[in-house]
Every structure is written in structure tokens, then in C-alpha cells.
């Protein structure tokens, strides 16, 4: 808030007259009034005309469209097969955005204004002509134009199609209200309390958020785990073969997972399946793999370890071999036994440097929708869950809610909560990794 | 350590032969511990090893199967031949599938690269307001999966009349790739030193020409592998393709395999196999041959 605030109060203010500080406050009450006029006072005659027709633009948007936009959003629509209420919701959602860029764009006016004015009474001013002034314009707004592109594909690409989604979490839309033939309503928190509260979607929510949290950190810690094991055992000066290991060991990360998965899926099949087949020889037969519960869970991370183990072990070889020598060599001589070593220089490390990118496989982990839809489809099936199995994560469980069952606000209110969690851990992490840490604005 | 210590300070009563015998002693103890940690050493890696190796040889062995079954009594197949592949070839669309999968991956890997590189060049470079929260969007919003909105998506391309279309799939690969992608991009940037620029522009070079003739040459790594991760992912997507697909014309790979080949895999195993195998291999050998540039380029993003 003090941020805020501070950032409200004009820079350079000190040892500027009243009687300019009043003039400027006048010039910028002009330019509220009318975005530009302030300027057009100050005979900035072109920039004031411009901001002029930014806003005569936008009231004549708001005249034609944007009000409507806006009305027809509140309602959703009246009249079936007539209002679409999803094109309503997606036209005012645009309406409030250029809502709120033209209240951003007339505070910015209004406070440059002031400055403006504070600036050009400054005794040292010297005034520039048109085309230095435009030129200087455009140099302090290259990085917004460089920014651009990625921007706008951010915000029409995954922050358009997130509020959209919130919006509709806050709906009754599902399979028996289908635009345009139903019109949709505001249900308020509706939505929310069924999944949360509410009988069987909030018993089936809270089972599904529990083995989703056993997924999430069994299916980082073990291939992550087996990865540095492996890399370890690598780093071995007298082994031999290394070369051959090492490239074995990254045929699963470079096999596009969805294929390996499929196949996979297909070895764990209960009758003739080759994990069945070979267990069969050693007198163990019909294990039914995706079908019980637990043995589909444990399936479920014996395959996130396959798919999984080869990045974080080619990191940790990358990182053990660029481990200065000299700090080793140091420890050998103070006479360190090697085990002593490892656990106190090279772990140490290695935990550093690999725990940025461990985080981020995390959220992955959370978020791994192929690996549960393609080996167990999330199954097998929990009579006890509203549409769901033993095996779902809530991302699949949001897929099947959406795709199957047509309950598109329950899906969109249960993005709304992955949502929350992943901002929050997230946030709550990144701001501690060093990538963050170190790139202040030098 | 205490054995050394009590080693040094008796050394001068001990006779000169024991002297020598002494560390030649301890150099034998450690060679033994040494081989038994070797042969542990060997046995994990190999065991490893093997169980990577199986799907991937077994998967092999099936595509040339004579047999359509994966109900076959024995582990591994005993009759070959390459039927599989003809049937593939002449009872499904897999080459038209895998055009449309090149097609995809073509024009997402030039789409991701024209919202990425200006991005991440201004996150890098320049210097401005708000940066940093540029930033702290950038990288939360690279955790999210298009999973979560995929009802918008599939609404609002339907308003755009962009459902059932390749632009409309790429206009989505990329948008939801250019976090992440801007992220690891400006990580690159970072490393390419300031003073080779600024010496340039003494010299009398533009900024513009810094970028084009400096900057952009020595961030080619990084560049490729961006049109790979774009070039790669309809190879592997399934789920967006699914909602936003669904003329069996356009399918691609992922979703032909899934939707005609896997999902009748019980009457004709052999022939997924061999779609498995055909499908992967493009991914697979430019991933092997790379993988030192992806590595590096995957950890100095978070470095």
C-alpha cells in the first residue's frame, strides 16, 4: 500500500513553487475533464489532440457497443435461441478489458499532465521541437512495443480463455443448459460449494486431492531420486561402458512420452501383457495391474519413474562433473572418506542447483494429465466418486467433468481451485529461487 | 583420519619396512571395497538398464510380429515379417496424419518464435517499469496447462470460426508455449555479454544492427531448440488436439494413433507397434543428437 501510495506522489516534487504545483494541479483537472486538454492548454497541441480522440473514440465505442456488451453480460442474455449467452460473456469480458485500459490510459493522462506542466516550468527546460519530442516518445516505449507480441499472445491466449473460464464457474452452465437453446444464469458461489461442501462431488474432490498430492510428490521424488542415484554411480572413475549407459538411459526422455505411455500401458495389460508374462516365469501370474486400486497407483509411479528419471539424471551428471575438483581434492586430503564427501559437498550441490528445476517438475507433476489418462484413464472406477476413479488426478478429473459429463461449470469452478493452488505455490517458491533473486533490475 | 594422525606421529619409531608395508596395506583393504563397489555399481546400471531397454525392444520386436495379436503365448513373438507396416501404410491414413503432424509442427515452431524472441529480447535488454512483474507473471503463468481452460479455448474458436483448423490449433500451441519458452529464451540472452554490444555500438553499429548481427547469431542454440520444443509438441499433445479436432482428415499423429490405431490394438497390436515406432522416431533422433544443447539450454533457464 505505502508502494502504492509513494508511487501516487509525484517524483521530483521538492523545491517546486505552490504556485506552479496549483497551476499543474489545474492543467491535469482540465485534462480529467477532457483527456488531452490539459495539454492542448500547454499548447502540446498534438499530443493533446490525440488523447482528444482516444477518448472521443472510446465513448463512441461505449455508445454503440460497449454498453450493451457490458449489460448483456450482467444478464447472461434473455431470450433463448436468440442471446448466446457465452458470445455475451465473451464480448463483455473485451468490454470491461477496454473498460479498464481507457480508466488506466485517463489516470496516466491525468497525471502527466501534471508532470508535463512541472516539467516545462522549470527554468532549465528547453523546449523541443515535434519531431524530438515524438522520437523521444517512442524511444522510452520500445520495450512496450518489443514486449509486444508476447504479451498479447499471453492475454488472448491464456489470460482471456482463464477469465473466461473463472466466468463460467460462476454459471449454471452444464449439459442441460446449453447455449444458445437455454440462457445461462449467475449462480453465485454455487458452484464452489458443491465441489467444496456439498455431498458427493466434495467427498469425491477431497479423496482425488489427497492421491493427487501422493502423485504429485511421489511421481517428482522417485524418478528424481533414481536420476541422481544413477548419475552418481556414473560419476564413477573406473566404470566402463559409460557412454553406452549414459545413452540407454536417455532413450525415454528423448521417445515422445505419449508414445512410450501408450506403450507402457499396454505392457501392464493383467493377461498377456509383457510385465505379467515375465513375472509368469518366476511363478507370479495374473497380477491385475490397473485394476486394483493400489497396484494402479503404484503401476501409475512405476511408469512416472520410466518416463521421468532421465532428465534429472543427465542434470545431476552435468552438475557432479562441473563440481570444482579443488574442493574435493581438499576434503580427500583432510582425510574425508568418500561417502563423507558425497553427503557433504557433492549432495549439498547438487540439491542446490537441481532444486529450481525439482520445483517446477512439481507443478508438471500436479498438471501430469497424459501419464493418468493414457495408463489408467484413471480407473478404476470408485463407486463411491461422483464420475471419477481411484487413480484420477483433479486435472483428469476436470477433463472428464468437462468432456464426458458436460458440467462445464463444475469443470470451470474446479480450474478456478488448480488455479489458486498452482499461483499460490508457486508464487511462494519462485519468489525464493535464486533465478528470481539474482535478476534485479541492475 | 585417526589412523593417519597416530601414523605421522609414530612414524619415526617405526622400522622402514613396516613403513612401506603400511599404506600398501590400506591401498589393498580400499581396492577390495572398491571392486565390491564397482560390481554394485555395474549390477545397478545394468538392471536399470534392462528394464529401460524392454518396452523399447519388446515394442520393436512386436511391430515386426507376423501375428496381429498382443495375445500371444510366448514373451516375444517367434514368427516376423513386415505385414505390420504394409497394413499400416494401406488401411489407415498415418502418412496423411504425419503431413499434418509436420504441417503443425512447422508453423508452431515460426509462431512461437515470432512472440518469443522480441519478448524475451526487451526482458533481457532493456530496462523498464514493471519488469520484474513482467516477469513474475511470465513464470507463474508457465505452470499452467491448457488443460484448464480448454472450454474457452474451444468457445472462443468456435466464435472465431477457428475449430477444426491448423491456425487455430497453432494460435494455441504458441500462445500457451510463450511463457515458458520466453522464459528460458531470456536466460539465454543473460549470458550473452553486454560489452560485445556495446563495443559494437561504438563502433558506430545501431542497436538494430546489434541485434541482427550480434545477439541473434550467438543465441541460435537457444533459438533451435525453441522450434524444436514448438516443432515437437503436436507430436505429443493429445488432449487440446482432441477438443479442437475433430475432422478424421486433420487429425494428427497423436490423435490418429489414439482414435484409430490404439483404441483397436487388441484385434491388431502389431500394427500400433509399428505406427509407434514410425511415429517416434523423427522426435527421438533429433533428441538424442541434441541432447547436450538441451540440457544446457533446459538448466541455464533456471540458473
Same mark, same amino acid.
Given at each position: 500500500?505505502?508502494?502504492?501510495?509513494?508511487?501516487?506522489?509525484?517524483?521530483?516534487?521538492?523545491?517546486?513553487?505552490?504556485?506552479?504545483?496549483?497551476?499543474?494541479?489545474?492543467?491535469?483537472?482540465?485534462?480529467?475533464?477532457?483527456?488531452?486538454?490539459?495539454?492542448?492548454?500547454?499548447?502540446?497541441?498534438?499530443?493533446?489532440?490525440?488523447?482528444?480522440?482516444?477518448?472521443?473514440?472510446?465513448?463512441?465505442?461505449?455508445?454503440?457497443?460497449?454498453?450493451?456488451?457490458?449489460?448483456?453480460?450482467?444478464?447472461?442474455?434473455?431470450?433463448?435461441?436468440?442471446?448466446?449467452?457465452?458470445?455475451?460473456?465473451?464480448?463483455?469480458?473485451?468490454?470491461?478489458?477496454?473498460?479498464?485500459?481507457?480508466?488506466?490510459?485517463?489516470?496516466?493522462?491525468?497525471?502527466?499532465?501534471?508532470?508535463?506542466?512541472?516539467?516545462?516550468?522549470?527554468?532549465?527546460?528547453?523546449?523541443?521541437?515535434?519531431?524530438? =519530442?515524438?522520437?523521444?516518445?517512442?524511444?522510452?516505449?520500445?520495450?512496450?512495443?518489443?514486449?509486444?507480441?508476447?504479451?498479447?499472445?499471453?492475454?488472448?491466449?491464456?489470460?482471456?480463455?482463464?477469465?473466461?473460464?473463472?466466468?463460467?464457474?460462476?454459471?449454471?452452465?452444464?449439459?442441460?443448459?446449453?447455449?444458445?437453446?437455454?440462457?445461462?444464469?449467475?449462480?453465485?458461489?454455487?458452484?464452489?460449494?458443491?465441489?467444496?461442501?456439498?455431498?458427493?462431488?466434495?467427498?469425491?474432490?477431497?479423496?482425488?486431492?489427497?492421491?493427487?498430492?501422493?502423485?504429485?510428490?511421489?511421481?517428482?521424488?522417485?524418478?528424481?531420486?533414481?536420476?541422481?542415484?544413477?548419475?552418481?554411480?556414473?560419476?564413477?572413475?573406473?566404470?566402463?561402458?559409460?557412454?553406452?549407459?549414459?545413452?540407454?538411459?536417455?532413450?525415454?526422455?528423448?521417445?515422445?512420452?505419449?508414445?512410450?505411455?501408450?506403450?507402457?500401458?499396454?505392457?501392464?495389460?493383467?493377461?498377456?501383457?509383457?510385465?505379467?508374462?515375465?513375472?509368469?516365469?518366476?511363478?507370479?501370474?495374473?497380477?491385475?495391474?490397473?485394476?486394483?486400486?493400489?497396484?494402479?497407483?503404484? =503401476?501409475?509411479?512405476?511408469?512416472?519413474?520410466?518416463?521421468?528419471? &532421465?532428465?534429472?539424471?543427465?542434470?545431476?551428471?552435468?552438475?557432479?562433473?562441473?563440481?570444482?575438483?579443488?574442493?574435493?581434492?581438499?576434503?580427500?586430503?583432510?582425510?574425508?572418506?568418500?561417502?563423507?564427501?558425497?553427503?557433504?559437498?557433492?549432495?549439498?550441490?547438487?540439491?542446490?542447483?537441481?532444486?529450481?528445476?525439482?520445483?517446477?517438475?512439481?507443478?508438471?507433476?500436479?498438471?501430469?494429465?497424459?501419464?493418468?489418462?493414457?495408463?489408467?484413464?484413471?480407473?478404476?472406477?470408485?463407486?463411491?466418486?461422483?464420475? =471419477?476413479?481411484?487413480?484420477?488426478?483433479?486435472?483428469?478429473?476436470?477433463?472428464?467433468?468437462?468432456?464426458?459429463?458436460?458440467?462445464?461449470?463444475?469443470?470451470?469452478?474446479? &480450474?478456478?481451485?488448480?488455479?489458486?493452488?498452482?499461483?499460490?505455490?508457486?508464487?511462494?517458491?519462485?519468489?525464493?529461487?535464486?533465478?528470481?533473486?539474482?535478476?534485479?533490475?541492475? | 583420519?585417526?589412523?593417519?594422525?597416530?601414523?605421522?606421529?609414530?612414524?619415526?619409531?617405526?622400522?622402514?619396512?613396516?613403513?612401506?608395508?603400511?599404506?600398501?596395506?590400506?591401498?589393498?583393504?580400499?581396492?577390495?571395497?572398491?571392486?565390491?563397489?564397482?560390481?554394485?555399481?555395474?549390477?545397478?546400471?545394468?538392471?536399470?538398464?534392462?528394464?529401460?531397454?524392454?518396452?523399447?525392444?519388446?515394442?520393436?520386436?512386436?511391430?515386426?510380429?507376423?501375428?496381429?495379436?498382443?495375445?500371444?503365448?510366448?514373451?516375444?513373438?517367434?514368427?516376423?515379417?513386415?505385414?505390420?507396416?504394409?497394413?499400416?501404410?494401406?488401411?489407415?491414413?498415418?502418412?496423411?496424419?504425419?503431413?499434418?503432424?509436420?504441417?503443425?509442427?512447422?508453423?508452431?515452431?515460426?509462431?512461437?518464435?515470432?512472440?518469443?524472441?522480441?519478448?524475451?529480447?526487451?526482458?533481457?535488454?532493456?530496462?523498464?517499469?514493471?519488469?520484474?512483474?513482467?516477469?513474475?507473471?511470465?513464470?507463474?503463468?508457465?505452470?499452467?496447462?491448457?488443460?484448464?481452460?480448454?472450454?474457452?479455448?474451444?468457445?472462443?474458436?468456435?466464435?472465431?470460426?477457428?475449430?477444426?483448423?491448423?491456425?487455430?490449433?497453432?494460435?494455441?500451441?504458441?500462445?500457451?508455449?510463450?511463457?515458458?519458452?520466453?522464459?528460458?529464451?531470456?536466460?539465454?540472452?543473460?549470458?550473452?555479454?553486454?560489452?560485445?554490444?556495446?563495443?559494437?555500438?561504438?563502433?558506430?553499429?545501431?542497436?538494430?544492427?546489434?541485434v541482427t548481427k550480434i545477439v541473434m547469431p550467438l543465441a541460435k542454440p537457444m533459438i533451435g531448440l525453441i522450434c524444436l520444443f514448438g516443432f515437437g509438441a503436436p507430436f505429443g499433445d493429445y488432449m487440446l488436439?482432441?477438443?479442437?479436432?475433430?475432422?478424421?482428415?486433420?487429425?494428427?499423429?497423436?490423435?490418429?494413433?489414439?482414435?484409430?490405431?490404439?483404441?483397436?490394438?487388441?484385434?491388431?497390436?502389431?500394427?500400433?507397434?509399428?505406427?509407434?515406432?514410425? &511415429?517416434?522416431?523423427?522426435?527421438?533422433?533429433?533428441?538424442?543428437?541434441?541432447?547436450?544443447?538441451?540440457?544446457?539450454?533446459?538448466?541455464?533457464?533456471?540458473?
Amino acid at each position: 500500500m505505502t508502494k502504492l501510495l509513494s508511487r501516487i506522489r509525484f517524483d521530483n516534487d521538492d523545491g517546486v513553487s505552490p504556485e506552479r504545483k496549483k497551476k499543474g494541479a489545474l492543467m491535469a483537472l482540465a485534462s480529467a475533464l477532457v483527456a488531452g486538454l490539459g495539454y492542448v492548454l500547454q499548447k502540446s497541441f498534438v499530443r493533446g489532440f490525440c488523447y482528444m480522440a482516444v477518448e472521443i473514440a472510446f465513448i463512441l465505442l461505449f455508445v454503440f457497443w460497449g454498453g450493451e456488451a457490458i449489460d448483456g453480460f450482467a444478464t447472461l442474455g434473455i431470450v433463448p435461441m436468440q442471446d448466446h449467452s457465452l458470445i455475451m460473456m465473451v464480448y463483455g469480458i473485451l468490454a470491461l478489458i477496454i473498460l479498464g485500459a481507457f480508466v488506466c490510459f485517463w489516470v496516466a493522462n491525468i497525471v502527466g499532465t501534471y508532470r508535463y506542466h512541472i516539467r516545462i516550468t522549470d527554468e532549465r527546460y528547453e523546449p523541443k521541437t515535434g519531431r524530438e =519530442a515524438f522520437s523521444e516518445w517512442l524511444h522510452d516505449k520500445t520495450a512496450l512495443l518489443f514486449l509486444s507480441p508476447g504479451l498479447i499472445a499471453v492475454a488472448a491466449g491464456i489470460l482471456l480463455p482463464l477469465v473466461f473460464s473463472i466466468c463460467i464457474a460462476f454459471t449454471d452452465y452444464d449439459a442441460s443448459h446449453q447455449p444458445p437453446a437455454h440462457v445461462l444464469n449467475w449462480v453465485g458461489m454455487q458452484n464452489f460449494k458443491d465441489l467444496l461442501v456439498l455431498g458427493q462431488y466434495s467427498k469425491t474432490f477431497f479423496g482425488i486431492l489427497g492421491w493427487t498430492l501422493i502423485w504429485t510428490v511421489c511421481s517428482s521424488v522417485c524418478p528424481y531420486a533414481l536420476g541422481i542415484l544413477l548419475a552418481v554411480l556414473l560419476n564413477n572413475p573406473k566404470l566402463r561402458g559409460r557412454k553406452i549407459y549414459k545413452l540407454i538411459y536417455i532413450l525415454p526422455w528423448a521417445i515422445p512420452a505419449y508414445i512410450s505411455l501408450l506403450v507402457l500401458q499396454s505392457m501392464f495389460d493383467t493377461g498377456y501383457g509383457l510385465i505379467n508374462q515375465i513375472l509368469g516365469l518366476f511363478g507370479i501370474s495374473n497380477v491385475p495391474w490397473l485394476t486394483q486400486k493400489w497396484s494402479a497407483r503404484f =503401476a501409475l509411479i512405476l511408469v512416472s519413474v520410466w518416463t521421468g528419471f &532421465s532428465f534429472p539424471m543427465m542434470l545431476s551428471e552435468n552438475i557432479i562433473k562441473n563440481i570444482d575438483k579443488e574442493i574435493i581434492e581438499a576434503a580427500r586430503l583432510d582425510g574425508a572418506s568418500s561417502s563423507r564427501i558425497f553427503f557433504s559437498i557433492t549432495l549439498p550441490l547438487l540439491m542446490f542447483s537441481i532444486s529450481p528445476i525439482f520445483i517446477m517438475n512439481l507443478a508438471g507433476a500436479f498438471n501430469n494429465f497424459n501419464t493418468i489418462y493414457l495408463i489408467t484413464g484413471g480407473g478404476p472406477l470408485n463407486i463411491n466418486y461422483q464420475g =471419477a476413479g481411484d487413480t484420477d488426478i483433479l486435472i483428469t478429473w476436470l477433463f472428464k467433468m468437462t468432456i464426458t459429463n458436460n458440467k462445464y461449470n463444475y469443470g470451470a469452478a474446479l &480450474s478456478l481451485i488448480l488455479f489458486i493452488l498452482i499461483a499460490i505455490f508457486s508464487i511462494f517458491n519462485l519468489r525464493k529461487t535464486r533465478a528470481f533473486k539474482e535478476d534485479t533490475l541492475s | 583420519m585417526t589412523n593417519e594422525t597416530v601414523l605421522n606421529n609414530t612414524v619415526s619409531e617405526i622400522p622402514v619396512a613396516a613403513q612401506k608395508e603400511a599404506p600398501q596395506k590400506r591401498q589393498h583393504k580400499q581396492s577390495v571395497t572398491d571392486i565390491i563397489k564397482l560390481i554394485v555399481t555395474y549390477l545397478v546400471l545394468t538392471i536399470v538398464a534392462v528394464i529401460v531397454l524392454l518396452p523399447i525392444i519388446y515394442i520393436v520386436l512386436m511391430a515386426f510380429n507376423a501375428e496381429k495379436s498382443l495375445y500371444i503365448d510366448t514373451v516375444f513373438p517367434t514368427k516376423y515379417s513386415f505385414d505390420a507396416f504394409v497394413r499400416l501404410f494401406e488401411n489407415t491414413d498415418f502418412l496423411v496424419w504425419y503431413g499434418n503432424t509436420l504441417l503443425v509442427g512447422a508453423m508452431n515452431a515460426i509462431g512461437t518464435l515470432i512472440l518469443v524472441l522480441p519478448t524475451s529480447y526487451a526482458l533481457s535488454r532493456l530496462r523498464f517499469k514493471g519488469r520484474k512483474y513482467y516477469l513474475m507473471v511470465f513464470l507463474i503463468l508457465q505452470m499452467f496447462p491448457g488443460t484448464m481452460a480448454m472450454v474457452a479455448y474451444y468457445v472462443l474458436l468456435n466464435m472465431l470460426g477457428l475449430l477444426d483448423t491448423y491456425f487455430g490449433l497453432v494460435v494455441i500451441f504458441s500462445c500457451t508455449a510463450v511463457p515458458g519458452s520466453t522464459f528460458m529464451m531470456k536466460g539465454f540472452f543473460d549470458t550473452i555479454p553486454h560489452s560485445l554490444e556495446e563495443a559494437a555500438m561504438l563502433d558506430g553499429a545501431s542497436r538494430f544492427q546489434c541485434v541482427t548481427k550480434i545477439v541473434m547469431p550467438l543465441a541460435k542454440p537457444m533459438i533451435g531448440l525453441i522450434c524444436l520444443f514448438g516443432f515437437g509438441a503436436p507430436f505429443g499433445d493429445y488432449m487440446l488436439s482432441k477438443i479442437l479436432i475433430t475432422d478424421p482428415g486433420k487429425y494428427t499423429l497423436a490423435l490418429g494413433i489414439y482414435q484409430s490405431i490404439f483404441s483397436q490394438s487388441s484385434t491388431d497390436y502389431a500394427m500400433f507397434a509399428a505406427a509407434a515406432i514410425l &511415429s517416434s522416431l523423427p522426435m527421438t533422433v533429433i533428441y538424442m543428437f541434441l541432447q547436450k544443447v538441451i540440457i544446457n539450454g533446459l538448466s541455464g533457464a533456471t540458473k
